[in-house]
């Protein structure tokens, strides 16, 4: 398969060889035999990651978090798929995956809508599915893990209202609103601006992506000629309504707040002072193979698995940020 992760068979190559090296050694006429080497367990689990892009860094880290949890445990083998943010294939890629019979999957779906059914038939097949950090409609899969957008939206709001001082002209680029989170992160930063007197002069869907939210911040800096604050539904976003700004030479004096925060994309924009905030989302990669391990042990998961957030701001990056309270 094209994307499967080519490491675990190499290294299942090699190991094959060292064990075959050991027993043509210890089987030369007049070598004393010098050790014994059992073969290596083969992998019992089969794994099926669904991705639903590998262009953005976060995504590129889920999979690598995901990849290093799963070299831990000999007895599981990954294929990793990566859908290129088109649900067709994605869709694809789930009913392959189910033919194909893996032991279990794991998806991060690109929409709700689309990916709910062949997830609903992977169930229906017998075989459990953690959806990570996107949802799917409904109930059916076995485990969700993710943070909670809602919460990071609200106090993302929560920060904006109390850094202007309840007041101020802003821009909303939002993800990609047939997902979940961009919905989340909208909604719950909409209900943490009620009754402030910020206003909302600009919104538009950059469907989570960089060059789009540049364009469209392009087009609210002609539009507007005040803008105090940009939140971008994530660092990317967010990175691209500055550059948008600072092209403009409009950046000094605007705001600028995004969500992801990873280390070298995020907390690096906030130390640099590009960004004002990021609040994190972290990919569940690690949780998600030990929620795995347990499915595929037979023991009990939760339906939700809940994961926390930080927020890093210029005062508190250097300490690491500041834990998101939940209510
Ligand atoms: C990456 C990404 C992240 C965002 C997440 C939401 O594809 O856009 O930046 O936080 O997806 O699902």
């Known amino acids: 398969m094209r994307s499967e992760r080519p490491t675990a068979?190499?290294?299942?190559?090699?190991?094959?060889?060292?064990?075959?090296?050991?027993?043509?050694?210890?089987?030369?006429?007049?070598?004393?035999?010098?050790?014994?080497?059992?073969?290596?367990?083969?992998?019992?689990?089969?794994?099926?990651?669904?991705q639903c892009n590998l262009g953005e860094p976060w995504r590129v880290q889920m999979n690598a978090d995901v990849a290093a949890a799963a070299e831990k445990h000999p007895q599981i083998r990954m294929v990793f798929k990566d859908a290129q943010n088109d649900a067709l294939r994605q869709r694809g890629h789930v009913e392959e995956l189910v033919s194909a019979g893996v032991d279990l999957i794991l998806i991060s779906p690109k929409e709700a809508q689309p990916l709910t059914e062949p997830v609903a038939r992977a169930m229906d097949a017998g075989i459990p599915v953690i959806v990570l950090d996107r949802r799917v409609l409904g109930d059916k899969y076995t485990c969700f893990i993710g943070a909670d957008n809602k919460l990071i939206g609200r106090a993302a709001g929560?920060?904006?209202?109390?850094?202007?001082?309840?007041?101020?002209?802003?821009?909303?680029?939002?993800?990609?609103?047939?997902?979940?989170?961009?919905?989340?992160r909208h909604s719950g930063f909409r209900e943490a601006i009620k009754g402030s007197n910020i206003e909302i002069v600009f919104e538009a869907d950059m469907k989570w992506?960089?060059?789009?939210?540049?364009?469209?911040?392009?087009?609210?800096?002609?539009?507007?000629?005040?803008?105090?604050?940009?939140?971008?539904?994530?660092?990317?976003?967010?990175?691209?309504?500055?550059?948008?700004?600072?092209?403009?030479?409009?950046?000094?004096?605007?705001?600028?707040?995004?969500?992801?925060?990873?280390?070298?994309?995020?907390?690096?924009?906030?130390k640099q002072g590009i960004l004002d905030a990021t609040?994190?989302?972290?990919?569940?990669?690690?949780?998600?193979?030990?929620?795995?391990?347990?499915?595929l042990d037979g023991q009990a998961?939760?339906?939700?698995i809940t994961l926390g957030s930080r927020i890093f701001t210029n005062d508190n990056v250097a300490d690491g940020g500041e834990a998101i309270q939940a209510p």
């Open 279 to 295: 609040f994190l989302y972290p990919t569940g990669g690690a949780e998600a193979i030990e929620a795995a391990l347990k499915i």
């Open 158 to 184: 929560e920060w904006i209202v109390a850094t202007l001082g309840g007041a101020g002209r802003v821009v909303e680029l939002k993800g990609l609103m047939t997902s979940t989170p961009g919905q989340d």
């Open 9 to 50: 068979t190499w290294m299942s190559a090699h190991r094959g060889i060292a064990v075959i090296a050991t027993f043509l050694i210890a089987a030369a006429p007049g070598c004393k035999r010098q050790s014994v080497t059992q073969p290596p367990a083969a992998a019992t689990y089969t794994i099926g990651m669904s």
């Open 209 to 270: 992506l960089e060059p789009d939210a540049r364009k469209e911040m392009e087009s609210a800096l002609a539009r507007f000629a005040d803008i105090d604050l940009v939140y971008a539904h994530n660092d990317p976003g967010a990175h691209g309504a500055y550059l948008a700004a600072a092209a403009a030479d409009r950046a000094d004096g605007m705001k600028f707040v995004g969500i992801d925060a990873l280390p070298h994309e995020g907390v690096m924009y906030v």
């Open 301 to 304: 998961v939760p339906k939700e």
